[in-house]
């Protein structure tokens, strides 16, 4: 069973400190939720545990099977099993979603077997096809170019979709809800609990309560001020949801630099 | 192979002519042929021009002080014996198993392969020494009509002395299904292709037509070069795609113009890889109402290329429509030039003009100028233009990188994007293929820069 | 980027341009290298070798006059300085090449960097 371990981790961008100091585990077939107010740097640890080259680690650890993380660059991250649901994902003008993923797929092969002569066309077709169904996508999604002109529901079940491709061992899924309506929602949500089970460790990062109540979450983690300052199961988010953040600011802030 | 650099000293800056000329003399000229007096009027023109300088404007950004224009000799009759013939994958017909017609021109002389059908038509393509002699009052309509001698000195230089061409006249009303192709092919060193394409595509007619130019590696020099003369009828249409993959030695030059009557519609695909510099002039003239053109280019420059291109739209009548969009990749220290003119001529009320050309730098030590123009004398017209000359952003490669796809191979998938609406614009496959075969291939070539 | 006064020794290959005396102080020569345009400064017996093209656009920026270290493009006021090759004003905001000048039994040369 793979885990991901965080240890006092320390990041700062463009030299300002936003992490002091996370720790947090997630073992695959777990599905952990990171709730936080707008700035306690839920995306910097979604980045950062991707290897976004703009975010500097001062301090800490990560280790995920056997591997020093922090050591790797974000495509080795991504053939290692880890998969991060952008909030905001990326357009790539002029490349189709299917384009896309069987590069993708075949940069998996060959770093496995350098001979590897890539997917043939025939499977990854079919694999497609029913990757998108799982999500009630079209199939002429498949030669638009990724994320160019999406909505914003479009783009969050094109994240998905490339998740339920790419078959990751860890998936951080950094605010999958917003922009979204409860359809979409929905959808979305239905997709990830389709792929979720023993072989996947889910990270969900989100501000709002309302997710969860698709995603069921077996941990809650409250971060602040760049820490994860409070753990428990699903009742802590519902907690969160009756009496907002309040009551862990003054519990917390109170000699903490916010 | 270590060349002693050659080095000049003055005193004074000196104004960027070319410390060397062409040895070219009035006895090459052809002693007959139907394009006879056309070629001695050229050649006088040819005589009475200098060396562009770069206190030119249109040559202020391409300087030919390194031509070794003395060097170059024109091809004689055998000359491609001992030469690098034409690679297969040049010839590789465009749909699948057949296509209406292919010529390949070669130093000193020329192949043509036409279906019989299309002649019983009336559709004329062949080589332009076979059409001087077999229709020499078509040729005579055709040759200096649309790009004239006065236009520049490689102009003159290739519409006296060019030995090779192409000639293709499609009658009225005709439809030509089948795509035609021509590939000139330019190997040897130390000489000079200078070539001559006419394309009259007559009133109601339609055709699609690929023209290519191309050489090997060599290790010396030699230059091309061409006139394009095009002339699309009234309510006719022509898709003309035009690709070079010159080697890295050669030194082209071409002037193409492609005129639209009334209502006639123009679909212009250009697409550059090759050459050590390139300096095109392509125009479209929508002359007749209701005319449209669009000009589609795409070019990536690497190493030491410098590719210089000027369009230019000029719309002369009412109600005609124009729509260009040139794509360029630089690496290495290459260097591009994008100049390109929108005109609009007094009473061609109701057009619409577009410009747009977007670099892409993918080496510090590259650099591309684009440089858009407008001149409009009517005063109900729509026009605008667009240019942007920008790298290779982070969070695209960041994001490819985040699915397990190497840097890399990322920064490739991007730069195919990029080319990739242009590309799907050119109609066949096969030559699709080999143009983004280049492109990867220049992505992948290692320049420690 | 095109500071090549910078590079080590073996990077560049050293050109015989012209006895010292052709180029006293205050003066200029121009000098064209495999098609490289470049400009040399004798500025109170110290070299400077920079390329002679203004980055903005092409402009003779040989022909233009200097003020301290800097050189000005004559076409329209952008400025470089000798030593370096980089742009101190607009319009150009690129730098241009400066190329390492040293003097050998007499002779002034220029060093270009190997391809």
């Known amino acids: 069973m793979s885990q991901l371990l965080v240890k006092n981790l320390h990041v700062s961008i463009d030299g300002k400190e936003i992490l002091k100091g996370l720790d947090l585990t997630v073992n695959q077939g777990e599905i952990h939720a990171i709730m936080g107010p707008n700035g306690t740097g839920k995306s910097t640890l979604a980045y950062t545990l991707m290897g976004h080259p703009s975010y500097e680690v001062t301090a800490g650890e990560v280790w995920f099977k056997d591997q020093n993380v922090l050591e790797l660059e974000a495509d080795e991250r991504s053939r290692l099993g880890l998969f991060l649901a952008f909030q905001y994902p990326v357009a790539i003008p002029g490349v189709t979603v299917a384009n896309f993923l069987r590069t993708a797929l075949n940069a998996r092969r060959r770093a496995e077997n350098p001979e590897d002569k890539g997917v043939p066309i025939p499977e990854f077709r079919k694999l497609l096809l029913e990757k998108m169904s799982l999500l009630q996508m079209e199939s002429a999604f498949a030669g638009r170019y990724l994320n160019e002109g999406f909505s914003g529901g479009e783009k969050k079940r094109a994240e998905i979709l490339q998740m339920a491709t790419l078959r990751p061992e860890i998936a951080i899924l950094d605010e999958t809800d917003s922009g979204l309506d409860i359809d979409a929602l929905r959808i979305v949500s239905e997709g990830v609990n389709a792929l979720s089970g023993p072989e996947l460790g889910v990270l969900v990062i989100t501000h709002y309560q309302r997710l969860l109540n698709y995603i069921k979450p077996d941990f809650v983690h409250i971060m602040l001020s760049g820490r994860i300052v409070e753990s428990g199961g699903p009742e802590l988010a519902l907690q969160l949801e009756e009496r907002g953040y309040d009551w862990v600011r003054e519990k917390y802030e109170n000699g903490v630099a916010a | 192979m270590e060349e002693k650099p050659r080095i000049v000293v003055t005193r004074t800056r000196r104004p960027g002519a070319a410390t060397r000329d062409f040895v070219f003399t009035a006895d090459m000229l052809p002693s007959d042929g139907a394009l006879k007096d056309y070629r001695l009027q050229a050649w006088k023109t040819y005589a009475s021009l200098a060396m562009p300088t770069t206190r030119e404007e249109a040559w202020r950004r391409t300087d030919l002080r390194g031509l070794p224009a003395d060097s170059f000799r024109l ?375 | 980027m095109f500071n090549y006064t910078i590079y080590a020794e073996e990077k560049v290959a050293y050109v015989q341009i012209a006895p010292v005396d052709a180029i006293p102080s205050g003066e200029r020569l121009f000098v064209e290298i495999d098609g490289q345009s470049i400009v040399i400064f004798n500025l109170a017996g110290e070299y400077f070798a920079i390329g002679d093209l203004c980055t903005h656009d092409d402009g003779p920026l040989g022909d233009g006059e200097l003020e301290g270290y800097e050189a000005i493009c004559p076409r329209h006021g952008a400025r470089f300085d000798l030593r370096s090759g980089a742009v101190l004003s607009l319009p150009a905001t690129r730098d241009i090449p400066a190329y390492p000048v040293r003097v050998r039994e007499g002779v002034v040369e220029i060093g270009i960097p190997n391809k």
């Open chain 2, 75 to 449: 091809p004689t009759p055998e000359a491609l014996q001992g030469l690098a013939p034409i690679p297969a994958d040049l010839l590789k017909p465009l749909i699948s198993d057949q296509h209406g017609g292919q010529i390949v021109l070669t130093p000193g002389g020329a192949s043509v392969e036409v279906d019989a059908a299309l002649n019983r038509n009336g559709v004329i393509f062949t080589d332009l020494k076979t059409a001087e002699r077999d229709h020499p009052e078509l040729v005579r309509k055709m040759a200096g009509q649309i790009v004239r001698p006065e236009e520049g000195r490689f102009a003159a230089l290739a519409g006296a002395l060019s030995q090779n061409g192409v000639v293709l006249y499609v009658p009225r009303g005709v439809i030509v299904e089948q795509p035609l192709h021509s590939v000139l092919w330019g190997p040897g060193t130390g000489l000079a292709h200078l070539s001559h394409v006419l394309v009259w595509v007559d009133d109601g007619a339609s055709l699609t037509y690929v023209h290519e130019t191309a050489s090997p590696q060599q290790d010396a020099a030699s230059m091309h070069a061409g006139n394009l003369e095009i002339r699309v009828g009234d309510g006719a249409a022509l898709k003309f795609v035009e690709l070079q993959s010159w080697g890295r030695k050669i030194w082209n030059f071409t002037h193409a113009r492609a005129q639209v009557g009334r209502d006639g519609n123009l679909d212009w695909i250009y697409g550059a890889v090759g050459s050590h510099l390139t300096k095109t002039f392509a125009e479209m003239d929508l002359d007749g109402e209701g005319a449209s053109g669009r000009m589609s280019g795409f070019f990536f420059a690497d190493g030491t290329q410098h590719l210089d291109l000027d369009t230019q739209q000029n719309h002369q009548a009412e109600h005609t429509t124009s729509d260009l969009l040139f794509k360029g990749a630089l690496k290495g220290s290459s260097r591009t030039v994008w100049q390109g003119m929108i005109y609009v001529a007094p009473g061609a009320q109701k057009t619409d003009g577009y410009q747009a050309n977007r670099n892409l730098i993918l080496d510090r030590n590259a650099r591309a100028d684009s440089i858009p123009g407008l001149e409009i004398l009517a005063d109900d017209v729509r026009c605008s233009h667009g240019a942007t000359v920008g790298t290779l952003e982070e969070e695209p490669l960041f994001y490819l990188q985040s699915r397990g796809i190497p840097e890399k191979e990322a920064a490739r998938l991007v730069v195919e994007g990029f080319f990739d609406p242009i590309m799907q614009r050119i109609p066949f496959e096969g030559v699709r293929e080999r143009f983004q075969q280049a492109i990867l291939d220049k992505m992948a070539a290692d320049e420690n820069q």
